[in-house]
């Protein structure tokens, strides 16, 4: 027998105790097309984390941009500079005494990495397969489908339906190519690998093409990653062989094309593994099945994540068009059925590029067509690399924040060997980029490279994926990673000598300038909330798990000791310990308003001045920028309650970015591409991911102890539903909004214990829940 509790408010709000579900609205989730690409940012991305493929379609000659996530140049290497120790004091005073450039221009000489800046992120090559006799093509259509991950490709020609299927599969491992007609024995086609790694090899083996060989040198680091790629094909009637490093397929009734990369890397500090012998027990394992049963796998394991949430802003109006077109027209249509597009869009590169067992998402996730790629496509981790992960806790991918964590424990470990050489300190540190090999000491100039707080912007993950899961085995385990955090930078700051602050110096505000020509100062604002969110998070996991230890009541006397949020003379956030703002700069980092988000430290609710400060900051930088940065501008006014201005910047961000500009011929500023990646420009993941997680945030919020609904809502998303957005203590949430207003919400509790939920001003229900079970609020 099912019992129903209902709880009756005052303000009309009700609760009803319940097993129920959500009834959503079906959408098709799919980007398509009417052409080949015929640019990369026209291709589309398939991904199963390891490997990463850029399907163009063209129907002539078919190209598959190959990448393996662990292809990278160099070898292992630690690049701290031993000089740091003897010259950080030295700095410190020249910029206590002002001489801020000439401590940036002498940190740049003995502070940063003099033997390499990380190594780079590199493709494998290409497969391409050519189709004789496709000259009178018609009804050509491409497609991406979110909803199974599969790239599509069908046109008719002579009055044969020609349909291509391109999957990175998930259970197999490897990348596949189905192609089928509507007329027996029409599949005939010529399928080989190139790669742009000098003096590789490019042979037949059996049945299979081979192309081998080694990542590339760069500054002076030997490339030392073996690959080795191999393709082969089974086919249904006609005849298929191998040589010449060419597979050709006649006459076939359906063909498919495997490919399988592997490398000799298997950790940071090893690279002993055997990349043939790996390839080849790959491709052979593959090939125990048909691709039916790959693709109902494959399909399976990949809608076991992204049926999780499901997102309906309004009537797909404009599925006529092409979505390039879609994008081109965004602001004009007010297209918020592309919106929730592009937020699932976000959640597909996720779970394609950030599979547990694998490597993070780069700058460009698992996808990169370059040798040397802009920023090497590392992991920048003053920002960039934490945006990659912002969508996963709130949309429902928890599980996939595994390569993450795994990052992190491994940049404790050799961030301990930094901390020593560089600062003579325990614990461990970051700066501002790593990489497969985690560097961790200071990269590229003082400029940018001289910002040791990364252990505590990565600690921040840590914590709020406790939040999120109520995990408290993962928070042990964890947590001596957190504490070394702590550790190293209570070691290294300082007493500031104008204010008698604790501080840390020298440090930036990322990568922006202050009025004396230099970035580097003392007692930066984001580097105090970032030690305010560690130090607190250290304590109060202390707490949770009963650990006492020396450490704590230093970091209390440190939290004491920083300077607060200060407003500055225009009435803004201020970005630096001193009043140095300028209010006409519009520089794409927003660091200081890392306390509004990713952090808690200041909502409207509870720091009011201090938001309409932050408000004021992101007012003067502006909207339009680079792409990253409007992403996380998404979430900065959404965390304002200003869901219009949130809107208005997600329509900044998906403007046509066209490389070069088709009218101009010029590169223009940032945005969105035809395939719907992000552009700084260039293309940088981390901005899809930006955004995604902006508009979660701009539906359902919980940094302030409680679930808050529809916090956001644009007056453009009159009426729409979303299923399964997660709040921290492990809530499930879905709701149903109409004419504006919430009609009802489902919340479940996947934990148990006790919740605050809030519906705009209304009064804050709070409830006792149930593990397993779910609520229904209502108005």
Request: proline content about 4%; aromatic content about 10%.
């Amino acid at each position: 027998m099912k019992t129903t509790h209902n709880f009756l408010i005052k303000t009309c709000l009700i609760i009803v105790f319940c097993v129920c579900d959500m009834p959503m609205t079906a959408q098709n989730n799919v980007l398509w097309y009417d052409k080949p690409a015929s640019t990369w940012t026209e291709a589309l991305p398939i991904g199963n984390g390891r490997l990463g493929g850029m399907v163009f379609g063209d129907a002539s000659v078919d190209r598959i941009q190959l990448n393996e996530e662990t292809i990278w140049t160099g070898r292992p290497n630690n690049n701290a500079n031993p000089e740091a120790r003897e010259w950080l004091p030295k700095l410190r005073e020249m910029i206590w005494n002002g001489e801020y450039k000439k401590a940036q221009d002498l940190a740049t000489v003995h502070v940063q990495s003099n033997t390499n800046h990380g190594m780079a992120y590199q493709p494998f090559g290409d497969l391409y397969i050519s189709f004789p006799g496709q000259t009178d093509v018609r009804r050509y259509y491409r497609e991406l489908s979110l909803d199974s991950a599969r790239a599509i490709v069908q046109y008719t020609e002579n009055g044969v339906n020609f349909k291509r299927e391109y999957i990175s599969s998930l259970s197999d491992n490897v990348i596949a190519v189905h192609l089928t007609a509507s007329r027996a024995g029409m599949i005939t086609c010529n399928a080989c690998m190139t790669t742009p790694h000098p003096d590789a090899k490019i042979y037949t083996e059996g049945n299979e093409i081979v192309v081998g060989g080694i990542s590339s040198n760069l500054e002076g680091v030997k490339g030392k990653v073996a690959f080795t790629g191999r393709a082969t094909a089974k086919v249904i009637g006609g005849k298929v062989r191998c040589e010449n490093g060419v597979i050709t397929i006649s006459g076939a009734d359906e063909a498919t094309i495997y490919v399988s990369i592997a490398t000799n890397f298997r950790n940071f500090y090893d690279i002993s593994g055997d990349s043939e012998a790996k390839s080849e027990q790959i491709l052979a394992d593959a090939l125990k099945n048909d691709y039916a049963d790959m693709k109902r796998r494959h399909v399976e394991k990949y809608k076991s994540y992204f049926d999780r949430v499901s997102l309906n802003l309004g009537e797909n109006r404009y599925a006529h068009l092409t979505t390039d077109q879609r994008v081109r027209l965004f602001k004009q249509n007010k297209d918020t059925h592309l919106a929730a597009l592009y937020f699932q869009f976000g959640r597909y590169l996720l779970i394609c590029s950030s599979q547990p067992g694998c490597q993070p998402p780069t700058l460009q996730g698992i996808w990169n067509d370059k040798m040397f790629p802009s920023w090497d496509s590392k992991y920048t981790t003053n920002i960039n690399l934490e945006m990659n992960y912002w969508p996963a806790e709130v949309c429902n991918l928890s599980d996939l924040t595994q390569p993450l964590f795994s990052l992190i424990k491994d940049i404790s470990v050799t961030g301990n060997r930094t901390a020593r050489i560089m600062y003579d300190a325990d614990g461990w540190v970051l700066h501002h980029n790593t990489d497969i090999w985690r560097v961790t000491g200071a990269i590229d100039k003082a400029t940018s490279g001289n910002w040791p707080m990364g252990e505590a912007w990565m600690c921040q993950h840590l914590w709020e994926h406790y939040l999120y899961t109520c995990d408290k085995s993962f928070l042990e385990e964890h947590y001596p990673i957190m504490e070394g955090a702590a550790r190293f930078l209570n070691q290294i700051m300082v007493r500031e000598p104008k204010y008698n602050y604790w501080v840390v110096c020298p440090s930036l505000s990322p990568e922006n300038s202050h009025p004396y020509n230099s970035t580097n100062a003392g007692g930066i604002t984001m580097d105090n909330e970032l030690i305010r969110d560690l130090f607190t998070h250290v304590i109060e996991a202390g707490k949770i798990l009963g650990k006492t230890t020396s450490l704590t009541d230093s970091l209390k006397e440190k939290l004491a000791g920083i300077a607060p949020l200060k407003i500055g003379r225009w009435g803004q956030l201020q970005e630096w310990l001193e009043d140095w703002d300028n209010p006409k700069d519009q520089h794409r980092h927003v660091s200081h308003l890392y306390a509004l988000y990713p952090s808690n430290q200041i909502t409207p609710l509870t720091t009011p001045e201090l938001a309409r400060a932050a408000q004021t900051s992101l007012e003067h930088r502006g909207d339009p920028s680079t792409g990253w940065s409007m992403g996380w501008k998404v979430c900065l006014w959404a965390r304002l309650l200003d869901g219009n201005h949130a809107w208005k910047l997600i329509g900044d961000q998906l403007s046509l970015v066209e490389v070069p500009d088709v009218r101009t011929g010029k590169k223009t500023g940032g945005g969105t591409y035809p395939n719907l990646f992000d552009a700084h420009p260039p293309f940088q993941i981390d901005g899809n991911f930006g955004c995604t997680a902006g508009i979660a945030e701009m539906l359902l919020q919980s940094h302030n102890g409680t679930i808050d609904l529809l916090p956001a809502l644009p007056d453009d998303w009159r009426d729409g539903n979303v299923r399964g957005l997660m709040a921290r203590g492990n809530f499930e949430v879905s709701m149903e909004w109409k004419d504006g207003q919430l009609v009802k919400a489902i919340i479940k509790s996947n934990n148990g214990g006790k919740v605050k939920i809030r519906y705009k001003a209304n009064k804050i229900v709070e409830i006792n829940t149930k593990k397993g079970k779910s609520y229904t609020y209502k108005i």
